[in-house]
């Protein structure tokens, strides 16, 4: 609340771009912040399935078991150690079934994502990068592909269009609202990419919080522009089926992986354009996809 994304006094002359870059400076400096006030804080401690309930409880375990590995089998110290370690695992065992059942709610609405979370939690990892093949090389492949793209479709006829009825242009997004930004937010999926300075259930927790900031950041959305640092990705190469040769890099497809922020933008507006499409009545009724 102390930082500058709280007083709109610190941002409302400022460009989007340098907007972008005051939320990542900021945000980074509030975690910085907080892992040096403590410096024991645990890697377990941002981990989804272990909160403050979960440490307590193992904290309540090590004496106990000390205790007991000095103590007689039958003893009251053994007694009490076996019961505190069940009820911590029981713990976990709740823990855990309510990070999944959570994280499954909040995913039916993308059977993509739910498939990946599915698959992540019965094991089933995607097969990592062949060592053998570095960067550059990965860079020159996927170059070529976009190039033999271009190439094939240099030359093909130019898109039909059909008229639309009277009344059905879209002239202009409407003004987003601290209500549109924060409900957007609880809707992200509880991934974020290797550019994101926090991780993205930490800025779900505190959506009211920055949504007039992005708020303002969004103010884009008017003009038709989206900031330069939404259009930076990292590329990921990735198998385009299990059972290929990993050693070569035409087995591999690129993934980008773009900025929480900006597919958040995205979504926003995506929001606005299908509920434009669907009142116009544009969208095919028989749809599928």
Known sequence: MSSPLCHPDAWTDLGTDVLVRLYDAETTAVLDRSFRADRHVSPMTFRPLVDQECRLAKRRVRPLE???????????????????????????CRKREAFWTSKVESERSSPRHLWRSIDALMGRGRVPPSEAIGAA??????????????????????????????????????????????????????????????????????????????????????????????????????????????????????????SVLSKLFERLVARQLLDHLAAAKLLPELQSA
Not at 85 to 92: G, I, S, T
């Open 66 to 92: 000390r205790v007991a590995r000095s103590a007689d089998v039958n003893s009251s110290a053994v007694a009490g150690w076996t019961a505190e370690r069940r009820a911590y695992r029981a713990l976990l």
């Open 137 to 258: 090389e990965f860079h020159r492949h996927f170059d070529a592909n976009v190039a033999d793209v271009r190439a094939l479709t240099d030359n093909a006829p130019p898109p039909s269009f059909f008229s639309a009825t009277f009344g059905c242009t879209f002239v202009n997004f409407r003004s987003l609202t601290v209500d549109d930004v924060a409900a957007a937010i609880r809707l992200l999926p509880d991934k974020q990419c290797a550019s994101d300075p926090i991780p993205t259930r930490l800025l779900k927790d505190c959506a009211n919080v920055v949504a007039p900031f992005l708020v303002e950041l969004y103010k884009s959305l008017q003009t038709g522009s989206v900031p330069a640092l939404f259009k930076a990705a990292y590329i990921t190469p990735l198998l385009k089926k299990s059972d290929l040769d990993s050693a070569d890099v035409r087995s591999y497809r690129p993934i980008s992986n773009l």
